[in-house]
């Protein structure tokens, strides 16, 4: 089976890639959707975290085994069970904190992409498999 998919928009931030650390959950991005899309965004400023769920663009290689962010003094450990990027589909999945909603971009903080990361879909989030109803977290909840 073959699948394809196709970015609704782009990370837009400060961070190139690099060899230095970055703290993610400091970051402030934005989430450009492609304007043909943004009545899709409709309803998604009422909440204070959403998930993104993006493409990993710059990861060059697949690895089953890895050390834990890249730190040679802990244990190698299979990829699935952490967040790298060197993953056979490389698909990153991040809970943000929607900070506001203009037009057609969505200002987040806390996601670990850097700039230029294809967004693949974004998705209100709802712990503990909550259904659509407004938990006690949404805006004006």
């Given at each position: 089976m073959e699948i394809t998919l196709k970015p609704i928009g782009k990370v837009v931030n400060a961070v190139e890639k690099s060899s230095e650390k970055v703290d993610w959950s400091q970051v402030v991005s934005i989430l450009e959707v492609n304007p043909e899309l943004e009545e899709g965004l409709e309803g998604i400023e009422e909440f204070n975290r959403i998930m993104v769920i993006f493409w990993f663009h710059l990861a060059e290689e697949t690895c089953l085994k890895v050390h834990p962010r890249g730190d040679?003094?802990?244990?190698?450990?299979?990829?699935?069970?952490?967040?790298?990027?060197?993953?056979?589909?490389?698909?990153?999945?991040?809970?943000?904190?929607?900070?506001?909603?203009?037009?057609?971009?969505?200002?987040?903080?806390?996601?670990?992409?850097?700039?230029?990361t294809p967004i693949l879909d974004i998705k209100p989030y709802f712990p503990e498999g909550e259904g659509d109803e407004r938990p006690p977290w949404v805006k004006g909840g």
């Amino acid at each position: 089976m073959e699948i394809t998919l196709k970015p609704i928009g782009k990370v837009v931030n400060a961070v190139e890639k690099s060899s230095e650390k970055v703290d993610w959950s400091q970051v402030v991005s934005i989430l450009e959707v492609n304007p043909e899309l943004e009545e899709g965004l409709e309803g998604i400023e009422e909440f204070n975290r959403i998930m993104v769920i993006f493409w990993f663009h710059l990861a060059e290689e697949t690895c089953l085994k890895v050390h834990p962010r890249g730190d040679k003094s802990k244990p190698l450990r299979g990829v699935f069970s952490t967040r790298a990027p060197v993953r056979p589909n490389r698909i990153g999945v991040t809970v943000v904190e929607l900070l506001r909603r203009e037009g057609n971009r969505l200002v987040v903080k806390g996601l670990d992409a850097y700039n230029g990361t294809p967004i693949l879909d974004i998705k209100p989030y709802f712990p503990e498999g909550e259904g659509d109803e407004r938990p006690p977290w949404v805006k004006g909840g």
